[in-house]
C-alpha cells in the first residue's frame, strides 16, 4: 500500500448526518493535510495537522492525528450536499525544506438530500 | 490576491504532439511544484522549482518532460510527443517560502486530453 491511503474509497450519507474518512500512512511524518476536489477542479486546503498535534478543527471540520497507530480521521459534521466532493489526505515527510505532499487515492464523498 | 493560475485549462493533443501547460503562481509566491493526477487516482508530486532554479524533479518521468520555472513569466511544464498515457490533469501549486509545513496553494489545473 502506498503512504497515505483513504478509507473508505467511497462513502453515501444523507444531509444531516456525520461523515468520517481514515487515512493511514507508513512513514514518519512532519505533518499531514487534508484536501477536498470537486469534480473537474483544483484543491482546496482544508486543514494541516502537525505531527505534535492530536486533534484540530476548523467550523464543521475535525481531524484527528494517531502517530503511533500512523493514522488520521477527518470528520464533517452536519453534512450538506455541497459537501459531496472527494476528500484527500496528503502527507509532508520533509522537515527544513519546502513541502513535497504525498497523497493518497481518496474518499469519494456523496451527500444525498 | 489572485490564486494560482494555470492555462489552459483544458488541451487536447494529438500523439506525438507537444503541451506546454503555464503556472503563475500566487503573488509573492516563489516556489512552485507540479503535480499529476491520472483519473481516479491521488496527486503525484512531479517537481518543485524556485526561480531559475530546479530544486527537485524526483517525480518526473526521465524522458519527454521537462519543467522550468524563469525570472521572468510563469512555469512551464513541457510535455514533448505526447502519448496517450499522459493524458491527465497536471496541477500546479505554488507556497510563499521554503520550509515544510507551508500550506500550499493549488490551480485549478489543466487537463490534457491526447488522442
Known amino acids: 500500500s502506498q503512504q497515505g491511503e483513504e478509507d473508505p474509497q467511497a462513502l453515501s450519507i444523507q444531509e444531516g448526518e456525520n461523515a468520517t474518512m481514515n487515512c493511514s500512512y507508513k512513514t514518519s511524518i512532519n505533518n499531514l493535510q487534508w484536501y477536498r476536489q470537486n469534480s473537474g477542479r483544483g484543491l482546496v486546503h482544508l486543514i494541516l495537522i502537525r505531527s505534535n498535534e492530536r486533534e484540530k478543527h476548523s467550523g464543521r471540520l475535525r481531524v484527528t492525528l494517531d502517530t503511533s497507530k500512523k493514522s488520521s480521521s477527518l470528520l464533517i459534521t452536519a453534512s450538506r450536499a455541497a459537501d459531496t466532493a472527494s476528500y484527500f489526505c496528503a502527507t509532508d515527510l520533509r522537515t527544513g525544506t519546502a513541502s513535497k505532499l504525498t497523497f493518497g487515492t481518496g474518499t469519494r464523498l456523496q451527500v444525498t438530500l | 490576491n489572485a490564486g494560482v493560475m494555470q492555462n489552459p485549462r483544458h488541451l487536447v493533443r494529438r500523439r506525438g504532439q507537444e503541451a506546454r501547460l503555464r503556472c503563475s503562481p500566487m503573488k509573492g509566491h516563489s516556489h512552485v511544484y507540479w503535480y499529476r493526477q491520472l483519473p481516479e487516482e491521488g496527486l503525484k508530486f512531479m517537481v518543485y522549482l524556485q526561480k531559475e532554479n530546479i530544486i527537485d524533479e524526483s517525480g518526473m518521468p526521465k524522458e519527454r518532460f521537462s519543467a522550468e520555472f524563469p525570472k521572468e513569466g510563469p512555469s512551464i511544464l513541457r510535455i514533448q510527443q505526447v502519448v496517450r498515457g499522459d493524458s491527465a490533469a497536471y496541477f500546479c501549486?505554488?507556497?510563499?517560502?521554503?520550509?515544510?509545513?507551508?500550506?500550499?496553494?493549488f490551480g485549478e489545473g489543466s487537463w490534457l486530453t491526447v488522442v
Open positions: 501549486a505554488s507556497s510563499p517560502q521554503q520550509g515544510s509545513g507551508n500550506t500550499i496553494y
